[in-house]
Every structure is written in structure tokens, then in C-alpha cells.
């Protein structure tokens, strides 16, 4: 387990995908991450690549040939190589290999990198293309903010705070996690002082996630109507957000994605998959978001 800290914030980071497990306000002294109960749900932040969401049968198509799977991709059961670390900053490293290779026919590096500065943690994901053609892929955030944030608060006493007043339409997904083509008006509230407000309910994920595309929102806030205490992420480089919790469990994923789930339909070639990221021989791919705790 790798721990960056600061006077604000500790973070805990473990080898099997990158993934954080603990996110610490230290002036509280709160846990604003998931502690992954397995009997809800078992991950605290998994890092989704080289897909976000499902993919129709269980794979994806590459130069006419089919390749296992699964759902947000290998990476958050893989086991990250740990290259290099200061007390504010880390980086974790999967390098494709042969195993990789029989789902995601690549040589590439993908990079997870997490850096401090005060009350903000960016996490940072890198793709090297070390293969000689182009490599089209996905990426994205998953993770799970436990709410409510103290033991005299109710989950209803909580709201998602977005950063433009704007229109929210879900898209809806088939029982497989596939998108159905029917959109759904999510209702909001106004704010007076800034975006539209989503009050978190037990019910609220009853219908699977709420999944944003092309949002034009770049941050959403976890607040709650009894405190000032939040926690903000960020996402300037990502336009499509989930937002999902098991329907009735003590916490909110806020997912920023590159990418997302398959449409019910035919198997279409990865490069053609609806919202799919490239990057060419020799170069980098570089994304970022923040978690902020005010």
C-alpha cells in the first residue's frame, strides 16, 4: 500500500489497479472514500481501461478479430507496477504483455499518476503508444464517495451540486448495461448561487446509472444541507460523467469518463465504438481530474 500526505488530505493507494482506497480530510478526520464492504460492493475506485462500461458479447473487435472483455476493462484486476513516489506524488505502471495481449492486442503503457497540492488530488491517466499502429481504447474514473459523511446524517440530507444550470438527460441502459437509444429527463433543482442541484435519494439508481454525455458541467460537488464540508470532482477533460450507487448503499460514484457502455445493437470495430479515444505510434495520451475536499 502506497500513502501520499499532506496537512490536509492522506490518500492510501494499492498495487492491484492503481486503485485508491482511502481518501482522509484530516482536519475532520473523515473517510470521504467507500471502504468497499463486499457484500454491497467491493471496490473503492477502480480505474477503467482499456473500456468504459459494457461491450457487447463480452469483447471487443480489432482488425476483424475478436478479443475478450470484460466490463470497464483488465486494468482494475491487474497488478500495477510502482515506479516512483514522493510524499506528495505517485505513479503506478501496467505495461501490456502477453497476457494483456490476448484481450487487447497493444504494446503499450498505461500510466496512473497521483499528486497532493493542498486540499486537491489529481489523478492523471497516461497512455504511451509503444505498438506500431494507432491504438484506439477508453479510460475513465469509478470512484465511490461514502455518504453521509458523519453517522448523525441521512444520505436524503445530501445533494450533487452541478457546475452549470443546464438540462440533465440520462441515457437509459438495457438490463445488460447496454444503451437503449431512449433518453430520460433527470429532475433538478435550481440553485441560487450556481448549477443545478440532484438530491441524492435511496432510490435514485433504482433504473442502473445516470449517465451524462457531452455534459457541459466540468465539476460536481457532493454538499449536504446540514454542514459546509464537500467534496468536489473535477473534470475539465472528460465529457461524459456517471453518476451511480448501488440503489439503498451509503455512498455516490461520480465517474468521468473517456469513452462509454456498447448500444444494444450489432458488434461494431473498436474505432468506430461511440466515444472511443486514439493515440498514435510514439506518442502520449494524457487526461486528468481532481477530487477536492473543502
Known sequence: ??????????????????????????PSGIEHLWQAEPTIWGWHAPNLYPVVGGCLNNVVLIDGKTYP????????????????????????????????????????????????????????????????????????????????????????DYFLQFEQTEPLETHMLSANGFFTGE????????????????????????????????INSRSVVIRSTKHN???????????????????????VCIEPWLGCADSEGDLKPIEQKEAIQHVATGKVFEASFSIVLT
Open 69 to 156: 472483455m470484460e466490463r470497464h476493462g483488465f486494468a482494475r484486476q491487474s497488478v500495477f507496477e510502482f515506479t516512483e513516489s514522493t510524499k506528495n506524488h505517485a505513479v503506478f505502471l501496467l505495461r501490456s504483455s502477453e497476457a494483456t495481449k490476448t484481450h487487447f492486442p497493444y504494446e503499450f503503457d498505461f500510466q496512473i499518476i497521483y499528486e497532493l497540492d493542498e486540499k486537491q488530488l489529481t489523478v492523471t491517466y497516461r497512455v504511451v503508444n509503444r505498438d506500431e499502429k494507432t491504438i484506439y481504447f477508453s479510460v475513465g474514473a469509478h470512484p465511490a464517495f461514502a455518504v453521509p459523511f458523519s453517522a448523525e446524517e441521512a444520505y436524503e
Open 1 to 26: 500500500m502506497t500513502t501520499l500526505e499532506n496537512d490536509f488530505i492522506r490518500v492510501a493507494i494499492r498495487p492491484k489497479g492503481a486503485e485508491l482506497t482511502s481518501i482522509v480530510h484530516k
Open 229 to 251: 464540508h464537500s467534496v468536489a470532482v473535477r473534470f475539465p477533460e472528460f465529457p461524459n460523467l456517471g453518476l451511480w450507487a448501488k440503489p439503498g448503499a451509503p455512498f
Open 183 to 214: 433518453v430520460k429527463q433527470v429532475p433538478t433543482e435550481r440553485s441560487d448561487t450556481s448549477g443545478n442541484r440532484l438530491r441524492l435519494t435511496k432510490h435514485l439508481f433504482d433504473q442502473d446509472a445516470l449517465v451524462f454525455k457531452n
